[in-house]
């Protein structure tokens, strides 16, 4: 029975991601970066080349400063390939990949399911545990014996371009796989504010990003349209809280983050004096969002409903 391999291409990331692999080994999965010259070799195919052996004249640096020499009719077609070429590929001279074996000569339907899932799992766990663009926009199968690529599938080609590196820290890698291990998901609750804070990684606009995060906040605490700025910013620095000075700085940052959500939609832009105490919209955008991480991850794993929470952080008073 054919061994075949389904890769997953993980773009805005560095060589922390393989930390990850202490992870996705036990569920059978690894993550495993190929340089350009591992790219022209395994996966030309991709690119249009044959296999066969080519001159290899072009010399790329690579991070280290190890020399990669690949050919001119590779490089030639991998500029004008429009996956690849999307992303950077100076910074480390080639890309990582999630990949998963899977056997038999035509790829199972419920095997391709399982890595979808799981794609779908660790992206979305990452992006819940800290900022940074990472995104898997395409994907494709391949046998090791066989050069040619069986099957591809692509995911918003370009969404992540040009988007922030997501690095993981070593002392970080314990809380990141704990929080993988509860596959949290979103439920009736977070189920629209997941879809706007997903959608923040769909565009570079921090405006965008801005207002979608705060209507995120609206779709979990709003009931009504009085004192929506007060109740907002006072039931997430309830919920995420946990001193009577941290609730009052995330209060009055997420009254202060409100009027700048206010300001981009009914008058178009935001002036200098609303952007002081953040710097400018793209500080005051990351802040929200982290501020929607910790307030999601509450939220899957609330038992109750919209109604029920609502209920339950107006009951409580202030942080002592």
Request: net charge positive.
């Given at each position: 029975?054919?061994?075949?391999?389904?890769?997953?291409?993980?773009?805005?990331?560095?060589?922390?991601?393989?930390?990850?692999?202490?992870y996705?080994?036990?569920?059978?999965?690894?993550i495993k970066?190929?340089?350009?010259?591992?790219?022209?070799?395994?996966?030309?195919?991709?690119?249009?080349?044959?296999?066969?052996?080519?001159?290899?004249?072009?010399?790329?640096?690579s991070?280290?400063?190890?020399?990669?020499?690949?050919?001119h009719?590779?490089?030639s077609?991998?500029?004008?390939?429009?996956?690849?070429?999307?992303?950077?590929?100076?910074?480390?001279?080639?890309?990582?990949?999630?990949?998963?074996?899977?056997?038999?000569?035509?790829?199972?339907?419920?095997?391709?399911?399982?890595?979808?899932?799981?794609?779908?799992?660790?992206?979305?766990?990452?992006?819940?545990?800290?900022?940074?663009?990472?995104?898997?926009?395409?994907?494709?199968?391949?046998?090791?014996?066989?050069?040619?690529?069986?099957?591809?599938?692509?995911?918003?080609?370009?969404?992540?371009?040009?988007?922030?590196?997501?690095?993981?820290?070593?002392?970080?890698?314990?809380?990141?796989?704990?929080?993988?291990?509860?596959?949290?998901?979103?439920?009736?609750?977070?189920?629209?504010a997941?879809?706007?804070?997903t959608?923040?990684?769909?565009?570079?606009?921090?405006?965008?990003?801005?207002?979608?995060?705060?209507?995120?906040?609206?779709?979990?605490?709003?009931?009504?349209?009085?004192?929506?700025?007060?109740?907002?910013?006072?039931?997430?620095a309830?919920?995420?809280?946990?001193?009577?000075?941290?609730?009052?700085?995330?209060y009055?940052?997420?009254?202060?983050?409100?009027?700048?959500?206010?300001?981009?939609?009914?008058?178009?832009?935001?002036?200098?004096?609303?952007?002081?105490?953040?710097?400018?919209?793209?500080?005051?955008?990351i802040?929200?969002?982290?501020?929607?991480?910790?307030?999601?991850?509450?939220?899957?794993?609330?038992?109750?409903?919209?109604?029920?929470?609502?209920?339950?952080?107006?009951?409580?008073?202030?942080?002592?």
């Open positions: 029975m054919e061994l075949q391999k389904v890769y997953s291409l993980l773009v805005n990331v560095n060589e922390s991601i393989l930390l990850l692999n202490q996705c080994n036990i569920h059978g999965f690894e970066f190929f340089d350009l010259y591992d790219i022209e070799k395994k996966f030309g195919a991709l690119f249009g080349l044959k296999n066969v052996d080519r001159p290899r004249r072009m010399g790329i640096h991070k280290t400063d190890k020399m990669i020499s690949v050919s009719e590779f490089m077609n991998f500029k004008k390939n429009h996956i690849f070429s999307s992303y950077d590929y100076h910074k480390h001279s080639g890309f990582f990949f999630l990949i998963k074996n899977t056997s038999s000569r035509n790829v199972k339907l419920n095997n391709f399911e399982h890595f979808q899932f799981f794609d779908r799992h660790i992206i979305s766990t990452l992006r819940l545990f800290k900022e940074g663009d990472i995104g898997t926009p395409f994907h494709f199968f391949k046998s090791d014996k066989n050069y040619n690529i069986g099957s591809s599938g692509y995911k918003g080609l370009g969404l992540y371009r040009f988007g922030d590196e997501y690095s993981i820290e070593s002392d970080e890698i314990e809380d990141l796989i704990n929080l993988l291990n509860l596959r949290l998901t979103s439920n009736e609750l977070s189920e629209i997941t879809k706007f804070f959608n923040c990684y769909h565009t570079h606009d921090y405006q965008i990003k801005l207002i979608n995060s705060m209507i995120a906040f609206e779709s979990l605490f709003n009931r009504g349209k009085d004192q929506l700025r007060h109740i907002i910013s006072r039931h997430t309830i919920l995420i809280s946990e001193t009577k000075e941290e609730f009052d700085r995330i009055l940052e997420m009254k202060k983050l409100y009027d700048l959500r206010s300001s981009l939609v009914h008058t178009g832009h935001i002036s200098d004096k609303s952007l002081k105490p953040f710097g400018d919209t793209r500080s005051g955008a802040k929200l969002m982290n501020y929607l991480r910790q307030v999601l991850l509450k939220c899957y794993q609330y038992n109750g409903n919209k109604n029920d929470l609502f209920e339950e952080l107006n009951l409580k008073g202030m942080k002592n």
